[in-house]
Every structure is written in C-alpha cells, then in structure tokens.
C-alpha cells in the first residue's frame, strides 16, 4: 500500500480531533445562524427564540458529528426525516389557518392560490419554452411557494447538487426515507432491478399528457404527497377517484413498500421528478466513486442502496447509476471503504476524498439547512404553542 | 490539459457553495429575472386568460376576459371566456342579468341570469358558438362564471 493510499484511508476511517472539526464546521456555523434568521436578528417573541435555538443546535450538531466521524447518510437521515415530518407538521397547520381546510377549491385553482412544488417543473418547461406559459394555477412572483422562487431553488440544486436534490432537498423523500428505516431487514428481498425504469416511462407519460391537456396530469392524478400536503375537494365520482388513487400510492409507496423493502420506492419506481433529475447528475460536479482495487465485491451498496443506484455494473464502471441520490449510505456501509465520493473528470488522486466529502457537504447541508431549517423551526415553535397553550393551530 | 481541466472541475465543485447561498439569499431577485427575462405567463386555462373589457354597470363592473382556446402548437375547437362580476359598493345585487358580446363583434353571444345569493347561474345562448356554462365561481365579494365556445377559426 502506497503512502498516499494509507494517508487516505486514515482521513476516511479516523474521527478528527475535536479542534480540526470546530475549525471545519465554523463555517456552517456562521452560515446557517445567517439563513435561519434570515439576516434579520433576532425576533423578540421568546417561543420563536425557543424554537430558533432547538433548531440551530439541532442542524449543527448533526453536521459536527457528520465532520467528526466522516459518516454521511448516517446523520444526513436523522435532519432529512426531522425535514419531512416537520414539513408536513408546518404545511397543514399553515394551510388550515389560510383556508380552514386542507382541500382547495375551483376558485384557489381559478385566482392562482396553489403553492408551487417541485414535482411540478418536469411538467411545465416544454409549455414554458414553447408558448411562455406555465400550466400550474399558482403565483408567478406573490405569496408562499411562487413559481419564480421555487423554479431558482431547483435551478440552484441542480447546478449544484444533481440528483442530490432528492436526498439533500426534497420536503417529501424524508417520509420515505423513515419508513424505510423502520425494520432492521427487509421482508421483500428480490425486487427486479427493471422496475427502476419505471420512473422514465411515468416522466414521459406525464410530460405528454401534461402537454396534451394544458394540466399538470401527474398533480391531477397521481401524486401520493397530495395525501399530507392538499387536495381537492371531493365534488364528483372523477375527484373522488383522483382520491383514492393518490391515497392508494401514498400508503402503498411511501409507507407500505418502503418498510418490507428498505428502499425509497416513490423515488425508485414513481416519482417523476426524480427520473428528471437523475438527468441533472450530468451537469452537476460530484459523483459516487467505487475502488475497484479495494472493493472485495460483498455488494453490500447494492443492498444498502435506497434508490436501486448500485448493480453489477456500476461496480464494474467504478461509478453509480444515474440515478444516485447521493444520500452517502453506500460510503458509510462499504466495508472496506472502496466508496467515496469525488468530482467528475478529476483522478482518483488528486486530492483526498476526505476533502472533496467537505467540498459536497457545505452546498448540500446548507442547501438542507435553508431549505428545511424555517419548517423545523415553524414546527418546534408549533409543538411549544402546543405545550403553552394547548393548541397547535392558531 | 488534463491537469487543467482538473482543476476548472474542482472550481465547478468549490462553486457549488455559492450557488447554493445564492440561490436563497438572492431567490426573489433571481426569480423576478427569470419572470422578467423569459417572459412566463401563468396558463390561461388557470387565470381565465386576459382582461380586454370593462363594462361599468353602476352597482357592480363586468370583467370580460378575452377567449381562450390556447393549445402547445395550435388552437383548440373548445374553449372558454370568463365573465367575472365585481361589487362596486359591498355585495352585489341579489339577481344579475347580463347580455354579452365576448367577441366584440357588435352581436351579443350570450344572456346570463345570475343568482348570486344561491350562486347558480342560467345562460341563455344567442350565437351558435356558444355552447354552455361551467359552474359559479365566488370569488370575495364578486363572482366568476366561465362560459363554453366553439372556436369559429376551427
């Protein structure tokens, strides 16, 4: 073993000292007290202080103990599943304050009340590059989620992060994401890799549908996340089978299926958006790296894999599939710490893996910290209304 | 060259931390570019398409919005115009009737007959383009109807 090898191995086994991991992690410390706040200061209502508190202690020390012990999904999945139970804890509650109710109406659709979601964008570009029009009834600009703001942030994360938005990102993955944690093994081991095509093919279904009808047909029909987020009044037999379908996927998909199998099967075998931004792994400038020097092929990643990103011959290539997430499940589990992850197009030898792990952390857990940071501190500060008041809506 | 494009690919990854603190502290700016510079436009089978008509009918005004039969590539042979009705002073009359000429064309296309306290409406056709009536919209203190046409260019 070459002094470069035993150098590196020693950055990706060893904890840093206490000193090297407050130095590192200063940055974000600073940082994320900036994004939290908002640059604001300080609010002067003690629960909100309260809550801000929990939260910025919460989100560091998660990303310490991330620097500290090199491990990545091990920590990254406690913040993204707090993320996705605090998203929902914070929409619903805010909704049911703005409108009473969790379904939204033909007049919320008509004066363009719906919040924009990301599952929305591989929708609306061929209309919007076409004819300049976006096929969602939301806000261009005004108001919560606007469609210009929520176009940036997935611009920003798919410049920076690829595919890493659904791991790092998205409000939704983290629900998934817990139920597929549940259970030490899974019930349903043989799954048949074809199925991760499956995506694709519901990203070309809804494009064109969408196209053909003028409406987000994957919104309208299919989105299991509707189930705690909003959906439309029941009125007719077709809303009420939009109902049951969307309730059927969520509780098959993102509950049932993730526990017997361990993986995230809404990301792997339906989500259109994550199809589409499997895509933007291609402009993005990280990717998950496999030694094949050092990989003993136990195929321990391909198991661990939550999006069915490793096989046989992503191990033969040396790299992920497409459709790798980045969660980092494989780089913590890998036995002999064959995985890493590096920048495309550079060697394996220039620069250390450890080094190019903090250059992917900062952007991606800054990107999770905003992103997700104001919902759980709207959720805290929800919980401690709770706890004071007795009520949780206001 | 390969040492040099390594390291434009290192300075690609050390940018990801900005772009990502941009992308939040600079969303609203960066969003009002992108609206601006592209030009997007919310669907106007969401909005109801654009107002070209204000009929002042004292009590309230009429809102006339320009048909919509928009598709990707071409038009569609069905479509819509909505009629939106606003109170001037703080509810609208119990009972509105309304003839319409949506096209501009001199004719009126269309008689409305709405009931804004049980929020239904009746719609009488005048021109054979007209083909009939979505539900009532409440919208605040105003109403919204969408009435069904023929595309004649089709």
Same mark, same amino acid.
């Given at each position: 073993?070459? !002094?470069?090898?035993?150098?590196?191995?020693?950055?990706?086994?060893?904890?840093?000292?206490?000193?090297?991991?407050?130095?590192?992690?200063?940055?974000?410390?600073?940082?994320?007290?900036?994004?939290?706040?908002?640059?604001?200061?300080?609010?002067?209502? +003690?629960?909100?202080?309260?809550?801000?508190?929990?939260?910025?202690?919460?989100?560091?020390?998660?990303?310490?103990?991330?620097?500290?012990?090199?491990?990545?999904?091990?920590?990254?999945?406690?913040?993204?599943?707090?993320?996705?139970?605090?998203?929902?804890?914070?929409?619903?509650?805010?909704?049911?304050?703005?409108?009473?109710?969790?379904?939204?109406?033909?007049?919320?659709?008509?004066?363009?009340?719906?919040?924009?979601?990301?599952?929305?964008?591989?929708?609306?570009?061929?209309?919007?590059?076409?004819?300049?029009?976006?096929?969602?009834?939301?806000?261009?600009?005004?108001?919560?989620?606007?469609?210009?703001?929520?176009?940036?942030?997935?611009?920003?994360?798919?410049?920076?992060?690829?595919?890493?938005?659904?791991?790092?990102?998205?409000?939704?993955?983290?629900?998934?994401?817990?139920?597929?944690?549940?259970?030490?093994?899974?019930?349903?081991?043989?799954?048949? +890799?074809?199925?991760?095509?499956?995506?694709?093919?519901?990203?070309?279904?809804?494009?064109?549908?969408?196209?053909?009808?003028?409406?987000?047909?994957?919104?309208?029909?299919?989105?299991?996340?509707?189930?705690?987020?909003?959906?439309?009044?029941?009125?007719?037999?077709?809303?009420?089978?939009?109902?049951?379908?969307?309730?059927?996927?969520?509780?098959?998909?993102?509950?049932?299926?993730?526990?017997?199998?361990?993986?995230?099967?809404?990301?792997?075998?339906?989500?259109?958006?994550?199809?589409?931004?499997?895509?933007?792994?291609?402009?993005?400038?990280?990717?998950?790296?496999?030694?094949?020097?050092?990989?003993? !092929?136990?195929?321990?990643?391909? !198991?661990?894999?939550?999006?069915?990103?490793?096989?046989?011959?992503?191990?033969?290539?040396?790299?992920? !599939?497409?459709?790798?997430?980045?969660?980092?499940?494989?780089?913590?589990?890998?036995?002999?710490?064959?995985?890493?992850?590096?920048?495309?197009?550079?060697?394996?030898?220039?620069?250390?893996?450890?080094?190019?792990?903090?250059?992917?952390?900062?952007?991606?857990?800054?990107?999770?910290?905003?992103?997700?940071?104001?919902?759980?501190?709207?959720?805290?500060?929800?919980?401690?209304?709770?706890?004071?008041?007795?009520?949780?809506?206001? | 060259?390969?040492?040099?494009?390594?390291?434009?690919?290192?300075?690609?990854?050390?940018?990801?931390?900005?772009?990502?603190?941009?992308?939040?502290?600079?969303?609203?700016?960066?969003?009002?570019?992108?609206?601006?510079?592209?030009?997007?436009?919310?669907?106007?089978?969401?909005?109801?398409?654009?107002?070209?008509?204000?009929?002042?009918?004292?009590?309230?005004?009429?809102?006339?919005?320009?048909?919509?039969?928009?598709?990707?590539?071409?038009?569609?042979?069905?479509?819509?115009?909505?009629?939106?009705?606003?109170?001037?002073?703080?509810?609208?009359?119990?009972?509105?009737?309304?003839?319409?000429?949506?096209?501009?064309?001199?004719?009126?296309?269309?008689?409305?007959?709405?009931?804004?306290?049980?929020?239904?409406?009746?719609?009488?056709?005048?021109?054979?383009?007209?083909?009939?009536?979505?539900?009532?919209?409440?919208?605040?203190?105003?109403?919204?109807?969408?009435?069904?046409?023929?595309?004649?260019?089709?």
């Amino acid at each position: 073993m070459s !002094n470069l090898e035993l150098s590196r191995k020693t950055i990706e086994t060893a904890t840093r000292k206490p000193w090297q991991t407050f130095l590192i992690a200063l940055p974000m410390l600073l940082f994320s007290l900036m994004m939290l706040t908002g640059g604001n200061g300080l609010g002067e209502d +003690p629960r909100e202080l309260i809550a801000l508190l929990i939260t910025y202690v919460f989100v560091n020390t998660i990303f310490i103990l991330m620097v500290h012990t090199g491990k990545i999904d091990k920590y990254r999945s406690i913040l993204f599943i707090t993320y996705a139970v605090c998203f929902v804890l914070w929409f619903i509650p805010n909704l049911i304050e703005a409108r009473g109710s969790m379904n939204y109406t033909s007049e919320d659709i008509i004066q363009g009340k719906i919040p924009f979601c990301h599952m929305v964008t591989p929708m609306i570009l061929i209309p919007a590059v076409l004819k300049r029009m976006i096929i969602f009834p939301g806000s261009l600009m005004e108001g919560f989620a606007s469609i210009g703001g929520m176009l940036i942030i997935w611009l920003g994360a798919s410049l920076a992060l690829g595919r890493g938005f659904c791991s790092w990102g998205c409000f939704y993955g983290g629900l998934e994401d817990g139920f597929s944690r549940l259970k030490k093994k899974p019930v349903l081991k043989k799954i048949n +890799p074809k199925w991760r095509y499956l995506p694709y093919a519901v990203l070309l279904g809804v494009v064109l549908t969408s196209m053909a009808t003028l409406s987000p047909t994957y919104c309208v029909w299919l989105c299991p996340f509707k189930a705690v987020t909003e959906f439309e009044k029941v009125t007719s037999v077709l809303v009420l089978i939009q109902t049951i379908i969307f309730a059927s996927l969520f509780v098959g998909l993102v509950i049932v299926l993730p526990l017997l199998t361990k993986k995230r099967t809404q990301c792997s075998f339906l989500c259109p958006m994550g199809a589409f931004q499997s895509f933007t792994n291609k402009i993005d400038p990280f990717e998950i790296r496999i030694d094949r020097e050092k990989c003993s !092929n136990c195929k321990v990643c391909i !198991n661990v894999c939550p999006t069915f990103s490793m096989d046989e011959a992503s191990l033969a290539e040396g790299k992920a !599939n497409l459709s790798c997430t980045k969660c980092g499940k494989c780089i913590d589990r890998c036995p002999k710490k064959a995985i890493s992850l590096g920048v495309k197009g550079t060697s394996p030898k220039c620069g250390t893996s450890g080094g190019v792990r903090l250059i992917f952390l900062y952007p991606a857990y800054m990107f999770l910290v905003t992103f997700g940071g104001g919902m759980i501190q709207d959720a805290v500060n929800r919980v401690l209304l709770l706890l004071s008041t007795g009520k949780f809506i206001q | 060259m390969k040492y040099i494009g390594s390291i434009l690919r290192y300075l690609w990854a050390l940018l990801a931390f900005p772009i990502v603190l941009a992308t939040f502290i600079g969303n609203g700016y960066w969003a009002e570019k992108l609206i601006a510079i592209t030009g997007l436009e919310i669907s106007p089978w969401d909005t109801g398409g654009e107002i070209v008509q204000r009929i002042d009918q004292g009590h309230y005004l009429i809102l006339l919005h320009r048909p919509v039969f928009d598709g990707i590539i071409w038009e569609r042979k069905n479509g819509f115009v909505q009629v939106d009705w606003k109170a001037t002073g703080e509810v609208l009359p119990a009972i509105i009737n309304d003839e319409i000429d949506y096209d501009c064309d001199g004719t009126k296309d269309f008689q409305i007959r709405l009931d804004t306290e049980k929020n239904k409406a009746d719609l009488i056709a005048l021109s054979p383009d007209v083909t009939g009536l979505e539900r009532v919209y409440k919208l605040g203190n105003g109403r919204a109807v969408r009435v069904l046409l023929k595309n004649k260019r089709k």
